[in-house]
Nanobody, 115 residues
């Protein structure tokens, strides 16, 4: 399984970005699809995830600003990020769960928010 993430970039505080991640090489659906991020000097953290049935989870720091969605037919997951802040600056990774843990990871895409 390969995950290809895209959509990162440089944006001013208060701006928006949309991240996309497409999975290929799988013949199965994913129980969960999620987005993680890792800022310099910090641990990787789960930002948002979405279950195959559509239920979602968001980290408190992004609730009300980020929206995760998925397209099962395209094996894709998206992250709409609004009202971006400097503290959202990080490398964002998409990942998917086949059974119970995040097994497959994308290569990461840089998001930089200038204040």
């Amino acid at each position: 399984v390969q995950l290809q993430a895209s959509g990162g970039g440089l944006v001013q505080a208060g701006g928006s970005l949309r991240l996309s991640c497409a999975a290929s090489g799988s013949g199965f659906s994913f129980n969960y699809m999620g987005w993680f991020r890792q800022a310099p000097g910090k641990q990787r953290e789960l930002v948002a995830q979405i279950a195959s049935g559509g239920s979602t989870y968001y980290a408190d720091s992004v609730k009300g600003r980020f929206t995760i969605s998925r397209d099962n037919a395209k094996s894709s997951v998206y992250l709409e990020m609004n009202s971006l802040r400097a503290e959202d600056t990080a490398v964002y990774y998409c990942a998917v769960v086949k059974y119970t843990t995040y097994t497959y990871w994308g290569q990461g895409t840089q998001v930089t928010v200038s204040s």
